[in-house]
């Protein structure tokens, strides 16, 4: 095949070599670090932890195996119910596997922001197979939210 | 000037194509409807409004004008605190003008985007001058948040 030495600028070509570009972005190059809690520990503690982490997200998990999601909304929901926060583990509250929505160190950055926006979720832990004590199961390795992606876009915007 | 009639197509070109389309975009075309409360409403009412409506923060006005916003996180704080939800108006706990980043319906998303990144909030009120009964304010006609920065961002990405 000839090589292109050159061809005429379009809109369509100038947007899908940016669209390119986005695809080449993977999780592993935006993620945060991951706020992590236990299942036994309280909703107030993990309350607390939300704060002092300043997240809208805590994830869960048991034996190092990911096994939910608590989310500033499901906090609010509880507290307003007048439930003894210092009683009720969050392993009680939180979303359960396999009903959250993850995201691996190896998708892109889109694959991420599309699934953010189909299940309408403030954030995806981006997780890695492993097996612990012959257990098969899921470890947490970072987070990705709506603010990682807002970043990249302003970046994005930003420096051109 | 001599018309362009094609040149010769770069990474740079594309991206800065690709910007000033963002750039054209602005926060009027992608704005969501603003969800709104007088300051004398409960924190209560406003906790269950907040649910209803599916939102992270909610705009208070007094007599039309915008005086303060008030998110999840600011309930949470409240909720957990031990006060009367039912008789604490979100007056009390709202951060209050001018303490509040807003943004107008003319400037672009990249704006937007920008000082939701910069002042690290969830979403800002889009505001317009106005003049009620000889006194001037700001009235909310939309909101702005990281879910419509990410939408656009999935829009660009999947449309090319």
């Known amino acids: 095949a000839r090589p292109k030495v050159g061809y005429f600028y379009s809109g369509r070509e100038a947007m899908s070599f940016f669209t390119n570009q986005i ?11 991951p706020i992590v809690v236990d299942e036994q520990t309280t909703l107030y503690d993990a309350i607390v932890t939300l704060f002092l982490e300043d997240v809208g997200s805590i994830y869960v998990t048991s034996e190092g195996f990911l096994t939910g999601v608590v989310s500033r909304k499901d906090f609010l929901k509880n507290s307003i119910g007048g439930v003894d926060l210092n009683k ?9 596997m396999p009903n959250i929505v993850t995201i691996t160190p190896e998708d892109s950055i889109i694959d991420a922001a599309v699934k ?5 979720v403030d954030s995806l832990p981006v997780i890695e197979e492993t097996v612990i004590n012959n ?14 992606i807002v970043r990249v876009f302003v970046d994005l915007c930003k420096n051109n």
């Open 23 to 33: 695809n080449s972005m993977k999780v592993s190059d935006i993620k945060s670090l």
């Open 116 to 120: 953010i926006m189909e299940h309408q």
């Open 88 to 96: 009720i583990p969050v392993g009680v509250i939180m979303t359960r």
């Open 135 to 148: 257990k098969h199961g899921y470890k947490v390795i970072g987070k990705i939210s709506k603010t990682n």
